[in-house]
T-cell receptor, first 114, second 112 residues
Framework: DADVTQTPRNRITKTGKRIMLECSQT?????MYWYRQDPGLGLQLIYY???????NKGEISDGYSVSRQAQAKFSLSLESAIPNQTALYFC?????????????FGPGTRLTVL | GESVGLHLPTLSVQEGDNSIINCAYS??????FIWYKQESGKGPQFIID?????DKRQGQRVTVLLNKTVKHLSLQIAATQPGDSAVYFC???????????FGTGTRLKVLA
């Protein structure tokens, strides 16, 4: 089984709808991240969580919210989806500590907002 | 602000040849560097990493070179195979932080 899983893998929705993307991991990592990937751009950090009670905004958090339900689960919500949120979304995990901070990514969710 | 760039958008190589993919970064305080491989429809896959106290690290068929003087990072793939076809990008971390800056990537095409 994959260490980092994301559901759904693909989603098409309409403007104004609420969408939740889910991420689960079996790596036992404390840290979890949500990124979006757009054509021609590097990955951009939306939110990150260093443990269940520690959630922080990344560089592009507007229009998004997150929930860390457990060490292994981190979900991303779009409260009212808009077309420019059409992108690939990736969840990532890493171990605690700056010397062991390699990030491992899930397979991604392709979201289309019409 | 910090940046990571100088990727060629596309690199085409003959099967069996060596491939070199490059990355430049702007923050001289960066301390950790990762190369990822991303195949179509998949998430980024860790290939190899290097810390700023090293200038070379080797893996299986891959080598990462770090030149801190000119702030340049490269990934060398030996004897490139069709399965190496993918987008490769670097991730650069600022010293003592969790934050990575990701490059836009180079698409490697392996020609038979």
């Amino acid at each position: 089984d994959a260490d980092v899983t994301q559901t759904p893998r693909n989603r098409i929705t309409k403007t104004g709808k609420r969408i939740m993307l889910e991420c689960s991991q079996t790596k036992g990592h404390d840290r979890m991240y949500w990124y979006r990937q757009d054509p021609g751009l590097g990955l951009q950090l939306i939110y990150y969580s260093f443990d269940v009670k520690d959630i922080n905004k990344g560089e592009i958090s507007d229009g998004y919210s997150v929930s860390r339900q457990a060490q292994a689960k981190f979900s991303l919500s779009l409260e009212s989806a808009i077309p420019n949120q059409t992108a690939l979304y990736f969840c990532a995990t890493s171990e605690k500590g700056p010397s062991t901070d390699t990030q491992y990514f899930g397979p991604g969710t392709r979201l289309t907002v019409l | 602000g910090e940046s990571v760039g100088l990727h060629l958008p596309t690199l085409s190589v003959q099967e069996g040849d060596n491939s070199i993919i490059n990355c430049a970064y702007s923050n001289s305080a960066s301390d950790y560097f990762i190369w990822y491989k991303q195949e179509s429809g998949k998430g980024p896959q860790f290939i190899i990493d290097i810390r700023s106290n090293m200038d070379k690290r080797q893996g299986q068929r891959v080598t990462v070179l770090l030149n801190k003087t000119v702030k340049h990072l490269s990934l060398q793939i030996a004897a490139t195979q069709p399965g190496d076809s993918a987008v490769y990008f670097c991730a650069v971390r600022g010293s003592g932080t969790y934050k990575y800056i990701f490059g836009t990537g180079t698409r490697l095409k392996v020609l038979a």
